[in-house]
């Protein structure tokens, strides 16, 4: 089993930052892909980003490339989501997940490859 405790959602004018933390417990944690994903009221869950057990893989959802940035320390257990130029549109509930890492090197994206999750962090984008 993985706990997963995310922090650091809230409030936030458009343009302005944000940076999302995800703590880890339970399970070695090098031994887990971390991913970020979101969703809006009345809409689905939907990929955000994702990174490999090592960090030195990641993938993002086209609607955050080039403003969000995913990283994760090892050595602490932690995994973030720094989130700029944040726009109404990015107003949701942000989860983070797990899957074990497998052979292959591909990025998972959907939510059902992911058999841990968060409780969420609010993050509003105000415009």
């Known amino acids: 089993q993985v706990q997963l405790v995310e922090s650091g959602g809230g409030l936030v004018q458009a343009g302005g930052s944000l940076r999302l933390s995800c703590a880890a417990s339970?399970?070695?944690?090098?031994?887990?892909?971390m991913g970020w994903f979101r969703q809006a009221p009345g809409k689905e869950r939907e990929f955000v980003a994702a990174?490999?057990?090592?960090?030195?893989?990641?993938y993002y959802a086209d609607s955050v490339k080039g403003r969000f940035t995913i990283s994760r320390d090892n050595a602490k257990d932690t995994v973030y989501l720094q989130m700029n130029s944040l726009k109404p549109e990015d107003t949701a509930v942000y989860y983070c997940?797990?899957?074990?890492?497998?052979?292959?090197?591909?990025?998972?994206?959907?939510?059902?490859?992911?058999?841990?999750w968060g409780q969420g962090t609010q993050v509003t984008v105000s415009s």
């Open positions: 339970g399970r070695l944690f090098s031994g887990y892909v």
């Open positions: 990174i490999s057990w090592s960090g030195g893989n990641t």
């Open positions: 997940a797990a899957y074990p890492r497998r052979m292959d090197s591909q990025l998972r994206v959907l939510p059902r490859d992911y058999d841990y």
